[in-house]
């Protein structure tokens, strides 16, 4: 694929990021850092940095989505640093790594920077405060990449020990480890439904259900290491760039690669952003090119040719970019062919094959539908010999030439033998249940006698007459999940109209229950949907559904009732409640509330953090946020303590009264270091100390002053 536009800078590229308010951000290796249109790629400011960055397979420089702050590794890769972009200064530094910083990254809603290293361990700064606010789950090695949710509750950091940490910044609690790669994990991306995809130094790429934890997917054909990974178009599309300078592409429903080489540059690709107004796709280059590709290349080709009729060319330029293929233009091209090749196998049950070849013709100079219509016209070649042996009762031969010919099943001839069968079928099943009709039941399919899946089905009606009746009592008792059973395990009750009846009432009852959710009739909703549960097809989508529905229902009750404390804990549970504008009021709330307690925490101000945090104590969902505030406040006191050279043994009383509400943090670790920096003869060994635990932190524990 060509790129509709381009522009060349004199270094590698490392972030291409669309601002939130519209703009175009580009930063080099050097640091320096533009605000462009994103139209006219004209700069409208920017600045330099100077930090040079010699190694960037991971993140080492990110903004937050409204430009506002950044975060950097400097250049020897021993401190990471937050920034104000405007004023150029120094909010926060992270120099506590046991060895070199790995990669740095900001939360989707900018309200934290993370800072990760060779240690295995992630710092969270809060952003507004400067300080640090807590760590994320520690790996045994180091963390290469580190991911956000959309929504900004779910972090994922993807290590050297092969492992995929969880976290969710709401409730700030860890989730799960995801354990199933071989090879030290490069790189991760989140994606819409909960999904997560990952890739490592073996180039295997899984996609995982964050929720259950399990693998939904291992994606085929990723031959070169990953050096960036983007989703586009309302998620229905995955590129992963290269170190050789190609752009994967997949689809995310069937997880079917569709191109290798979905675009080849002279180099690394080394950023990527998808514009979701224009459906663009930006690459940045280690070469400094910053390339622009239209995802939907030659759509507009398509519509005029398809007006044409040229339908050969339409399939090229589809197959030139594999995109096309999933366009509503595209499927027009789809449906016409259905409805031709309906046509023309109507033209050749009438032996009119002239009519079907003119019928055939627009579509000859296509490879893939060439073959098709040699092969129909090639298969009903004998098709007369068909009807003949069916309209002449000779039903084994008939049946016979349609297991020879496959398209014969799709005519009225054979559904006009089918209907014979279920009609004798149908009667043999009055006499099946009588022990002296077995002789009857005989006669009556006599004629299916040869036929191999007809006799099949017979011998099992008659050995297993009593199958049959429990199977007709279970659907009659509406115990569904039986009958399902039996189904399972004896696959011939599938030829009774009872097990059509009962599929039949499945689809009904499914298209009732989503009729219903439209309406907001949720209660009869999840009376319909508890009963397809015990449907085959639907047990999985319909137990989801109710789980779905019970939570947005005890949700907007709790908001109706003004029960936030519920309302919260229950959005806390199920994320999707974020994107309501009940769910987004609630956290929007939150986050101003967080924000401004984090602010009176560093100034030890216990009691102004409660003012403000007071409505969150009864919600146990927010505990060990509020404990990660209360821990910074009490840290604030004891750093204060420190400066005031107040008494030695106030302090390390402090130390003991905090390792015992919160156990023994990062924050305090260092805290100690550097109390024993100041008061030399102290003899506090934090071996011996009594440990608590932040996540069993509560409410009652909060003091005025750690130090009493």
Not at 107 to 124: I, N
Request: hydrophobic letters at 40%; aromatic letters at 10%.
């Amino acid at each position: 694929m060509e790129p509709i536009k381009r522009k060349n800078f004199q270094d590698p590229i490392l972030v291409t990021k669309l601002l939130s308010d519209g703009r175009l951000l580009i930063v080099d290796s050097n640091t320096t850092v533009r605000y462009m249109d994103k139209n006219t790629l004209e700069m409208n400011e920017g600045f330099k940095a100077n930090i040079t960055h010699i190694r960037y397979k991971t993140k080492v420089v990110e903004f937050s989505p409204n430009g506002e702050f950044f975060a950097v590794m400097t250049s020897d890769c021993m401190e990471s640093r937050l920034y104000n972009a405007k004023t150029k200064k120094a909010l926060a530094k992270v120099s506590r790594h046991q060895g070199e910083v790995s990669c740095v990254a900001i939360d989707p809603t900018g309200r934290y920077m993370f800072s990760s290293g060779d240690d295995g361990k992630t710092f969270g700064v809060d952003i507004n405060t400067g300080k640090l606010a807590f760590t994320l789950p520690v790996h045994v090695d180091t963390v290469n990449d580190i991911a956000f949710s959309d929504n900004g509750q779910w972090v994922a950091t993807a290590g050297y020990d092969k492992k995929i940490l969880l976290y969710n910044l709401t409730m700030m609690t860890p989730k799960e480890k995801l354990k199933v790669h071989a090879a030290p994990i490069t790189k991760l991306h989140f994606l819409s439904k909960h999904r997560l995809f990952s890739v490592d130094k073996n180039n295997t790429a899984i996609i995982w259900d964050i929720y259950s934890g399990k693998v939904i997917h291992r994606l085929q054909g990723v031959h070169d290491d990953v050096t960036c990974v983007i989703s586009g178009s309302d998620d229905k599309f995955l590129f992963l760039g290269t170190q050789l300078g190609y752009v994967l592409l997949y689809e995310l429903e069937k997880y079917e690669q569709l191109s290798r080489k979905y675009i080849k540059i002279k180099s690394a690709v080394v950023s990527m952003e998808y514009d979701k107004e224009l459906n663009q796709l930006l690459v940045g280059s280690e070469d400094g090119e910053l390339l622009f590709f239209d995802i939907y290349t030659g759509e507009a080709k398509i519509k005029e040719l398809l007006s044409q009729k040229r339908f050969d060319q339409v399939e090229t330029t589809a197959q030139e970019n594999p995109v096309l293929l999933y366009t509503e233009t595209y499927a027009l091209l789809a449906t016409l062919w259905e409805k031709t090749l309906i046509k023309a196998k109507h033209a050749l049950e009438q032996n009119d094959k002239e009519t079907a070849i003119k019928l055939f013709k627009p579509f000859k100079n296509i490879p893939s539908k060439n073959s098709i219509m040699q092969k129909v016209i090639l298969e009903y070649g004998e098709y007369s010999k068909f009807v003949a042996l069916a309209k002449g009762g000779k039903i084994a031969l008939a049946y016979g030439m349609a297991a020879s010919h496959p398209l014969y099943k799709e005519t009225k001839i054979y559904a006009q033998l089918e209907a014979m069968w279920q009609k004798s079928f149908v009667l043999a099943q009055k006499y099946v249940i009588d022990p002296r009709g077995e002789e009857k039941v005989k006669e009556i399919l006599a004629p299916y006698r040869g036929i191999t899946e007809k006799t099949k089905l017979i011998q099992d009606m008659l050995t297993q007459g009593e199958v049959y009746k429990r199977f007709r009592v279970a659907i009659s008792q509406k115990e569904y999940k039986i009958a399902f059973e039996l189904i399972k395990q004896h696959p011939f009750l599938k030829e009774f109209p009872d097990y059509t009846a009962l599929i039949n009432y499945g689809d009904k009852l499914y298209i009732k229950s989503q009729e219903l959710i439209k309406a907001g009739e949720t209660h009869a909703a999840i009376k319909i949907l508890r009963v397809l549960v015990d449907f085959s097809d639907f047990t999985n989508e319909a137990r989801e559904l109710v789980v779905e529905i019970e939570f947005r229902q005890r949700f907007f009750n709790a908001i109706e009732d003004k029960d936030f404390a519920t309302a919260y804990d229950i959005m806390a549970r199920y994320d999707d409640l974020l994107a309501t504008p009940d769910g987004q009021k609630l956290q929007n709330a939150w986050n101003k509330d967080l924000t401004d307690a984090n602010r009176a925490a560093i100034e030890g101000n216990v009691k102004e953090v409660s003012q403000i945090l007071d409505k969150y104590m009864s919600i146990s969902s927010k505990n060990r946020a509020l404990a990660t505030v209360y821990s910074l406040c009490y840290l604030t006191q004891l750093e204060r303590a420190v400066k005031a050279k107040r008494d030695r043994f106030e302090i390390e009383n402090g130390i003991k009264n905090f390792v015992l509400a919160f156990g023994l943090t990062d924050n305090i670790e260092n805290f100690i270091q550097i109390f024993k920096h100041y008061y030399k003869e102290s003899k506090l060994n934090i071996e011996l100390l009594t440990k608590g635990s932040i996540k069993m932190w509560r409410p009652s524990m909060i003091v005025d002053s750690i130090l009493d």
